[in-house]
């Protein structure tokens, strides 16, 4: 069955350190892969995707993500966190050319503190 | 990418009354979608609102609890019908914009139904 997973429901982390959110898909075949961000009282913005080509993949904000084939995973990492990056943080995965069918995470709370 | 609004962005209501949501698109776009954000949980899809015919609903959805009108390309409105406390979530629209098939959101839809 496709499905995403986000091992970490929620993540507190010092402002200034670095974070990585973890990303697990299972899918039948390489699908396109997302990231997209919640603030508090917000809809979702998009940080990144991936479609193909270099797996190392920049976003806004100062975000990143790294697809990695044989573990099925696409975490999200920046080096240096800031206070308004708290956040929930939710990765997708979606279809070749079709991502009208995303399938999200349950999403990963961050908090930061001072 | 595109400019999606939402009205209203948040109410509240008694239960067996019905709401109807609005979105908005500042550009023309073939795909659009409504998700359900349940407290504390991720996204859900509810239907693919469709141009000219009938939206398209996922398992566990029907027309006569959530209708779905789309009249024109840059608009389209959900209706959430004789409501439960358990209605109660974000509703978000979202649109496939753009040559590379992403999926982007609106600011959601806070409803607390009473």
């Known amino acids: 069955a496709q499905s995403v997973t986000q091992p970490d429901i929620h993540i507190t982390v010092s402002e200034g350190a670095s974070l990585e959110l973890r990303c697990n898909y299972s899918y039948g075949a390489t699908p396109y892969l997302f990231w997209y961000v919640q603030s508090p009282g917000q809809g979702l913005q998009l940080l990144l995707k991936?479609?193909?080509?270099?797996?190392l993949v920049q976003g806004i904000k100062g975000f990143e993500a790294e697809f990695k084939r044989s573990q099925s995973s696409f975490n999200l990492r920046k080096p240096s966190v800031h206070w308004s990056d708290a956040a929930e943080y939710f990765c997708?995965?979606?279809?070749?050319?079709?991502?009208?069918?995303?399938?999200f995470g349950t999403g990963t709370r961050l908090q930061v503190f001072p | 990418s595109a400019v999606i609004s939402q009205k209203p962005s948040r109410d509240i209501c008694q239960r067996g009354t019905s709401l109807t949501i609005q979105c908005q698109v500042d550009?023309?776009?073939?795909?659009m979608f409504w998700y359900r954000q349940q407290p504390g949980q991720s996204l859900t899809l509810i239907a693919t609102?469709?141009?000219?015919?009938?939206?398209?609903?996922e398992s566990g959805f029907v027309i006569d609890k959530f209708p779905i009108s789309r009249p024109n390309l840059t608009f389209s409105t959900l209706t959430v019908s004789n409501m439960s406390p358990e209605d109660s979530s974000i509703y978000l629209c979202?649109?496939?914009?753009?040559?590379?098939?992403?999926?982007?959101f609106g600011p959601g839809t806070r409803l607390l139904v009473l």
């Open positions: 991936y479609f193909s080509g270099d797996t």
């Open positions: 550009s023309q776009v073939t795909m």
């Open positions: 979202s649109v496939i914009t753009g040559v590379q098939e992403t999926q982007y």
């Open positions: 997708a995965v979606g279809p070749p050319y079709n991502t009208d069918k995303l399938i």
């Open positions: 609102a469709n141009q000219g015919s009938e939206a398209t609903y």
